[in-house]
């Protein structure tokens, strides 16, 4: 079924597991994925992200993301992942989804407050949820000062009415090339300082206990992308040559298995 962040979130943040984002940029990692939240009665997140439409543009996509999404027998959101522009947020709200991700981040606080405002205010005419952004979750070893602060959580959820808030605790996006170190402290903190559930950004990569402790701490949201990459390019690689049908679904198994093992470990199992 097909609902917003709203449905799903708050349930998440009050019996303390997280809901994984997976993006999906074609209709393989959509079956993988959504395979996996039926067979383990999970709710999910599923979409794209702007940077991400050059491999699967939005028209082209959005039609099977949300049919399958209202077919599913568990909740599914379908979130439009780190919009950077106005205008393709609106088209990605135009086509269905049910939720957005506002990515303001980088720009200076006084535009990143009013743009967001403005979408969700136009967003939640649609019946749609917002993510927004407070902090920059950018690269491993990045200075601290980047780091999200318990005070401008609670500024920008009372400035801009979000429904989720990500923050930057030390993740970073893409794979990671050192190990990162997650500051579970701060997060603690903001966790105590709002009621609004919180996101993690940049989750590919960490480790089993970096996930738990993030889960612990209060993130209900989790965005997952380059493991799903990972785990389908590697099973085509070991795939007979000249197989594409065998390749196909070798890759669709994958990424159903790498979902399944983020959704035990985030603790969404069974929650739909």
């Given at each position: 079924?097909?609902?917003?962040?709203?449905?799903?979130?708050?349930?998440?943040?009050?019996?303390?597991?997280?809901?994984?984002?997976?993006?999906?940029?074609?209709?393989?990692?959509?079956?993988?994925?959504?395979?996996?939240?039926?067979?383990?009665?999970?709710?999910?997140?599923?979409?794209?992200?702007?940077?991400?439409l050059?491999?699967?543009?939005?028209?082209?996509?959005?039609?099977?993301?949300l049919?399958?999404?209202?077919r599913?027998?568990v909740?599914?959101?379908?979130?439009?992942?780190?919009g950077?522009?106005?205008?393709?947020?609106?088209?990605?709200?135009?086509l269905?989804?049910?939720?957005?991700?506002?990515?303001?981040?980088?720009?200076?606080?006084?535009?990143?407050?009013?743009?967001?405002?403005?979408?969700?205010?136009?967003?939640?005419?649609?019946?749609?949820?917002?993510?927004?952004?407070?902090?920059?979750?950018?690269?491993?070893?990045?200075?601290?000062?980047?780091?999200?602060?318990p005070?401008?959580?609670?500024?920008f959820?009372?400035?801009?009415?979000?429904?989720?808030?990500?923050?930057?605790?030390?993740?970073?996006?893409?794979?990671?090339?050192?190990?990162?170190?997650l500051?579970?402290?701060?997060?603690?903190?903001?966790?105590?300082?709002?009621?609004?559930?919180?996101?993690?950004?940049?989750?590919?990569?960490?480790?089993?206990e970096?996930?738990?402790?993030?889960?612990?701490?209060?993130?209900?949201?989790?965005?997952?992308?380059?493991?799903?990459?990972?785990a389908g390019?590697?099973?085509?690689?070991?795939?007979?040559?000249?197989?594409?049908?065998?390749?196909?679904?070798?890759?669709?198994?994958?990424?159903?298995?790498?979902?399944?093992?983020?959704?035990?470990?985030?603790?969404?199992v069974?929650?739909?």
């Amino acid at each position: 079924m097909l609902v917003s962040l709203n449905e799903i979130l708050p349930k998440a943040q009050k019996e303390g597991y997280a809901v994984g984002l997976f993006n999906t940029i074609d209709t393989d990692m959509l079956e993988g994925v959504l395979s996996a939240a039926e067979e383990l009665r999970s709710p999910v997140i599923i979409g794209t992200a702007e940077v991400l439409l050059p491999y699967g543009e939005l028209k082209l996509i959005a039609p099977s993301i949300l049919a399958a999404a209202r077919r599913a027998s568990v909740p599914v959101a379908v979130h439009y992942d780190h919009g950077l522009t106005l205008s393709r947020c609106i088209e990605a709200l135009s086509l269905g989804f049910s939720s957005i991700m506002y990515d303001g981040s980088t720009k200076p606080v006084d535009e990143n407050l009013r743009e967001t405002r403005e979408l969700v205010r136009i967003a939640h005419a649609f019946g749609a949820s917002v993510e927004g952004e407070i902090g920059h979750v950018g690269n491993v070893g990045e200075d601290a000062e980047n780091y999200t602060t318990p005070e401008e959580a609670r500024e920008f959820i009372a400035s801009t009415g979000v429904d989720a808030l990500a923050i930057a605790i030390g993740t970073a996006h893409g794979a990671y090339k050192t190990k990162p170190k997650l500051d579970i402290g701060r997060l603690k903190q903001i966790r105590a300082a709002v009621d609004t559930p919180l996101v993690l950004h940049g989750g590919s990569g960490l480790t089993d206990e970096d996930f738990r402790s993030t889960v612990a701490g209060g993130i209900a949201k989790i965005n997952i992308f380059t493991d799903l990459c990972v785990a389908g390019i590697k099973a085509v690689k070991e795939c007979p040559e000249n197989d594409y049908l065998l390749a196909r679904k070798s890759k669709v198994e994958a990424i159903r298995q790498a979902t399944m093992a983020k959704m035990r470990l985030f603790g969404s199992v069974g929650k739909a």
